[in-house]
């Protein structure tokens, strides 16, 4: 079927790249499979290091290389939550905000882990997860539903022309205002966590929900409602 579609859309010669986490499908490519591992958590460090600092010598900010290291053990090697965060760390580049960010991490993961049997991080488990909102308001939490990405071509070509316009037309809770409550939404709304700088330029949202606390039941374990 993948071949009939193809036929009718790509050139001869053209080669088509076929990405799986089925081990099934590895028997209908004509070359060997490549086959992806996760980092070792060294090699994430040096990854997540040089994101995150850039051509700034990490010798010359060691009590922000402290927060960096352990932001990234708390990532635990996960690719999506590297540029997510990443792109956090830079446009705020000091002490104060790097340990805030960490702050929430963890208080993330504990959330979650009290909810889950075996939470791993939000892209990890089926359920949706919870996050708490750092802007004060004690008795609201954030449910984030799923994610999801999409091709964001004609919105770069756009945003480079009027990007005034651009917001007005495709308003998007940025993942600082989600986290920090910059902006405090309503019911259901979307949060862009990510925009690729890459080609075809997708952006990796994220749908969320506004909850109260009472409403939130833990998975795998006994109700209860969560201290505030």
Known sequence: MLYSASKSCAANGSKIIVSSRSDKIACFGTTQALRLRFFTQEAYWYFFKVRAFGSIDTEEHPKMASIAMEIATELNRCFMSSGIYNELLKANFNTRFWSTVLTIIREFRKLNISLYANFDGPWEVVESAY????????????????????????????????????????????????????????????????????????????????LESQHIVARNKRPRKLCT
């Open 131 to 210: 996050a708490k909102r750092v802007n004060g308001m004690s008795s609201e939490y954030i449910l984030i539903l799923h994610d999801y990405q999409t091709c964001s071509v004609p919105n770069m070509l756009h945003r480079c022309t009027n990007s005034a316009q651009s917001e007005a037309e495709d308003p998007q809770l940025s993942f600082e205002d989600f986290l920090f409550g910059n902006v405090r939404p309503q019911g259901k709304f979307k949060v862009l966590g990510w925009r690729s700088h890459l080609p075809p330029y997708y952006d990796y949202m994220f749908s969320c929900e506004v």
